[in-house]
């Protein structure tokens, strides 16, 4: 079974950075997108960045020209890295694997998650 483990959460100030990494644990198959979301308390998922088996990538509004993904397909691994970070950025952060959708920016799309990692931004 396959499973995706994140690592590299944590607390950083406004303006730091801080950079999240993604491990399949087994092959993904077919799934030509992983990526990330997050969840703030007492909001829903939210989609923050994906990217497909191309190198393709699809950005938030929100973190455009922030964050940056990155991808290992040889090592089935997606990496994003967070810089600016501003207080809005505190969530859950989630790494997600699915099929190609044109629906890419929700949650119903994919169908492997990981535990989620914790990213707290002080002011």
């Known amino acids: 079974q396959v499973q995706l483990v994140e690592s590299g959460g944590g607390l950083v100030q406004a303006g730091g950075s801080l950079r999240l990494s993604c491990a399949a644990s087994g092959r993904t198959s077919s799934r030509d997108v992983m990526g990330w979301f997050r969840q703030a308390p007492g909001k829903e998922r939210e989609f923050v960045v994906v990217v497909r088996w191309s190198g393709a990538t699809y950005y938030a509004d929100s973190v455009k020209g922030r964050f940056t993904i990155s991808r290992d397909n040889a090592k089935n691994m997606v990496a994003v890295q967070m810089n600016s970070l501003k207080p809005e950025d505190t969530a859950v952060y989630y790494c997600?694997?699915?099929?190609?959708?044109?629906?890419?920016?929700?949650?119903?799309?994919?169908?492997?998650w990981g535990q989620g990692t914790q990213v707290t931004v002080s002011s």
């Open positions: 997600a694997a699915g099929y190609w959708s044109s629906n890419f920016y929700s949650s119903n799309s994919y169908d492997l």
